[in-house]
Each structure stands twice: as C-alpha cells, then as structure tokens.
C-alpha cells in the first residue's frame, strides 16, 4: 500500500484488490531474488471515518478471498504467506487484525495450509497475555516469532512485563524451531544490545552463534 497515504497493507482494504496482488507480484520477485521463503500479508486498517464493527464483515471477506489467491501464488514458488496481529490500544488503532483468535479463525476459513500465524508477543501481550496458553494452543498454526519487551519496545532484558528466557525454554519445548525475529527499538548501540542473546547462549551451555561448546 501507499504509507505516505496512510496504508499499512491492503489484503483486508475493499477495493484495493488490484493493488494487494500488484504488491504481491513484487513481493515475491524481490523474496525470490533473497532467498526469504516467507512473506508477510498485511491486513490494511479500517478505512478513516469508519465504524470498525460495520465493516468487519466486508473487511473479512475481502481479506479472505485475497489470502487464498496469496496462498495460491505463494504455493508455485514454494513460499509461506504469514498474517500478523499488531495490537490496536498502543500500536495502530486502526489496523483490522489486532489477536491470535481473529487471525485463527481467518485462516481457519481461508484453508490453505501454506498460510501461518506471525506471531508478535509484543502485541499479543497488549491485546491478551496469556502467553504461555496462546502459545500452546496456536502453536501448529504458527509460521514465525517475533519479541520486543512489553511497554517500552526494547530489547527483550530491559526492563517490562516479559520473562523472556521463560518464554525461549517454552518455545524450545514445544518443538519451535524457526527463526525469532527481533523487532524491537534498541535503546542505544545494536550490538552492545544483542547482550542478552549472549548471556542466554551461556545460560544454555552454547557460544557465541548458538553453537554447543560439547561439540567443540
């Protein structure tokens, strides 16, 4: 979509369907050419000035019938198709998927099994918490992780409402092994902020890399 016009996706946006597969078209060429199996499908926001409840229905349908195209496009090059939540009370007020469930039910409809659950514990913290359960419960259908520390967005040691090595020995014991994106602000120097990946290695018997120092 078109930020600077306020877009944040169009997938879920009635009347840009046009433009959804246009942006997927180049999405695609630009993952092919990067080697990123994964893309990310942006719901899009309630359209300004109008009542989210009176058009969730159009929203839906619309963000259906343009995941499964997505999914369809998606499954010829060997690529999975990810919607994310972003919270709604902090983060965008308008964006039209805000909770795990809504996303669930969605792709539940949607049915193609190339389409997964980003999920941002950042915004599932704000709309839910309950994050060991939604873990639990939505693990199959989740396609990648992402952190950042609850309120402040920071790295996931700094100060906030998230136990994050809890939280990394719950995701290895349910099986996860995909990648966990890190999508938060550093407070200040990037790497002096990756300190505490470093410090959870060594709490795990692993260095520098995740490499185990017994295989050494």
């Known amino acids: 979509g078109d930020q600077e016009a306020g877009e944040m996706g169009l997938a879920a946006v009635p009347g840009r369907q046009a433009a959804f597969r246009q942006g997927l078209a180049a999405a695609v060429q630009y993952a092919r050419a990067v080697g990123c199996p994964r ?20 929203m839906e349908t619309t963000f259906i019938e343009n995941l499964r195209y997505a999914a369809d496009l998606l499954a010829q090059e060997d690529m ?13 007020p308008r964006y039209f998927l805000n909770t795990p469930h809504q996303a669930a039910a969605i792709l539940e409809k949607v049915g193609r099994p190339n389409l997964k659950l980003q ?3 950042f915004h599932c913290q704000i709309m839910d ?12 259908l989740i396609g990648h992780i992402q952190i950042a520390q609850v309120p402040g967005r920071h790295e996931p040691d700094s100060p906030g409402e998230l136990n994050f090595p809890y939280i990394f020995e719950l995701l ?21 902020g990756l300190g505490w990946l470093r410090s ?11 490499t185990s120092k017994a295989a050494k």
Not at 48 to 54: E, F, H, K
Not at 84 to 91: A, C, G, L, S, V
């Open 39 to 58: 893309i990310h499908l942006m719901a899009g926001r309630v359209p300004m000035g109008a009542d989210r409840a009176a058009v969730a229905g159009e």
């Open 80 to 92: 999975i198709g990810l919607v994310e939540p972003i919270n709604n009370r902090i983060t965008d």
């Open 119 to 121: 999920l941002d514990l």
């Open 129 to 140: 918490g309950n994050l060991s359960r939604n873990l639990e419960t939505y693990f199959p």
């Open 172 to 192: 290895e014991s349910l099986g996860y092994t995909g990648y966990v994106g890190c999508e938060y602000a550093p407070k200040g120097d990037t790497l002096e």
């Open 200 to 210: 959870y290695w060594q709490s795990r018997g692993l260095q520098h890399g995740g």
